[in-house]
């Protein structure tokens, strides 16, 4: 049974940074994309980055991409999430999610099997 656990999140004024961790384990990864999806409140869960864990490709949402890294650890088994130049519209709850094999949805939270239990990041002006 795949396992992912978040942490890292918590409050942080406009323009700072924090870095969010996904642990996983109960499988062998190789073969899995990891992903990172967000929720704000009254809004549907939105596509934030993924990383195909073996050969690494990155691929980010617009809205991100030049101020959030995605990375992994291929010996601690643990996806990263650096987010930097923070705004307040990054505020929501932060989903790690995995699959095993790459399909070009992987932007969808329905392609994903296994989901963590979420972290709270909250951006203030």
């Known amino acids: 049974q795949v396992q992912l656990v978040e942490s890292g999140g918590g409050l942080v004024q406009a323009g700072g940074s924090l870095r969010l961790s996904c642990a996983a384990s109960?499988?062998?990864?190789?073969?899995?994309?990891m992903g990172w999806f967000r929720q704000a409140p009254g809004k549907e869960r939105e596509f934030v980055a993924a990383?195909?864990?073996?050969?690494?490709?990155?691929y980010y949402a617009d809205s991100v991409k030049g101020r959030f890294t995605i990375s992994r650890d291929n010996a601690k088994n643990t996806v990263y999430l650096q987010m930097n130049s923070l705004k307040p519209e990054d505020t929501a709850v932060y989903y790690c999610?995995?699959?095993?094999?790459?399909?070009?949805?992987?932007?969808?939270?329905?392609?994903?099997?296994?989901w963590g239990q979420g972290t709270q990041v909250t951006v203030s002006s």
């Open positions: 990383i195909r864990w073996s050969g690494g490709s990155r």
């Open positions: 109960g499988r062998t990864f190789s073969s899995y994309v």
């Open positions: 999610a995995a699959r095993d094999g790459w399909v070009p949805s992987y932007y969808t939270s329905n392609a994903y099997d296994y």
